[in-house]
């Protein structure tokens, strides 16, 4: 608790900045992040870090719930804004923005293999690990926790192979167990819905080159993918709110950025099908 107070003395008087850092760790700049990777920088890549991304926040959940710790803020109500609170959700280790993170960002720099996409890796962990403390959301020992097990889920993803989609009906079959399971585990719905929704993807189609369709790509495909995100929002809330409807939304999302977009700007951007698939 000493630790939260020391770093929100010295750094919390700039808390516009640490949310707008925070936010890079939610789940609505996942969905964009992630699907600007797989459109325009490696489709087949994407499918592996959308399956670990949807296993990070399995994992999250499971280890959140099974220890079922307090927040700085649960201690100490003045530690967070209201803001800040916003941001903060189920028991606080590990850091669920802090692994996510380290998962989906780690696993695209070890396929880029950049100097300076680790570089910019790096950074953008280490500012989303210092916001969660800062904002009085998270002990220190949280975020170090959602860093190494962030970290061993890269290493694992790394150097995992995964199938392709090359047996459909057994494919669809581990989709629609997911799906099963998040009726009756709701909390898991998000994660199980993303697992299902990139399982089922099958990269066929090569990054746009050109800048006009790269730009397609982004504002097009943006439009169909948040068209999606919100459309289940207009469902009534006792129909959004079941497991296995929350896990659906997900896989749909999924499979409209995956599967929908790339099929319907194909033929705008002139991208085609690789002539050999590779694996991520």
Do not use: C
């Not at 490696?42 to 499971?62: E, K, M, Q, Y």
């Not at 927040?71 to 189920?90: C, I, M, N, V, Y």
């Not at 993803?157 to 494919?171: M, Q, T, Y």
């Not at 629609?176 to 990139?198: E, K, Q, R, S």
């Amino acid at each position: 608790m000493e630790t939260v107070h020391i770093m929100r003395a010295a750094l919390g008087g700039a808390e516009s900045f640490w949310l707008a850092v925070t936010n890079l760790g939610s789940d609505f700049a996942f969905i964009v992040l992630l699907s600007l990777y797989y459109w325009l920088i490696n489709p087949r890549g994407g499918r592996t870090v959308g399956i670990f991304f949807g296993a990070s926040i399995l994992v999250t959940d499971g280890l959140k719930y099974a220890f079922d710790a307090p927040r700085p803020f649960h201690l100490d109500a003045a530690l967070a804004s209201e803001a800040a609170k916003q941001t903060a959700g189920g028991p606080g280790l590990p850091s669920g923005h802090v692994l996510v993170s380290t998962t989906i960002w780690g696993l695209a720099a070890s396929q880029l293999r950049s100097r300076a996409f680790w570089a910019l890796t790096g950074l953008v962990i280490v500012l989303i690990a210092l916001s969660r403390v800062v904002l009085g959301v998270h002990f220190p020992l949280d975020v170090l926790v959602g860093l190494l097990v962030g970290a061993v889920l890269v290493a694992v993803g790394s150097r995992l192979p995964l199938p392709e989609r090359d047996a459909p009906v057994w494919s669809w079959g581990v989709a629609l167990a997911a799906v099963v399971a998040a009726a009756f585990v709701p909390v898991y719905a998000t994660a199980l819905g993303i697992l299902a929704g990139f399982w089922l993807a099958k990269p066929s189609f090569n990054a746009p080159q050109t800048w006009p369709a790269r730009l397609l790509f982004v504002v097009a495909g943006l439009l169909l993918v948040f068209a999606v995100y919100f459309a289940f929002r207009a469902l009534p809330a006792e129909v959004r709110h079941l497991g296995a409807v929350h896990a659906l939304r997900y896989v749909a999302l999924v499979l409209t950025a995956t599967e929908l977009v790339p099929r319907l700007l194909r033929r705008f951007t002139g991208a085609q099908e690789p002539p050999v698939m590779l694996t991520a």
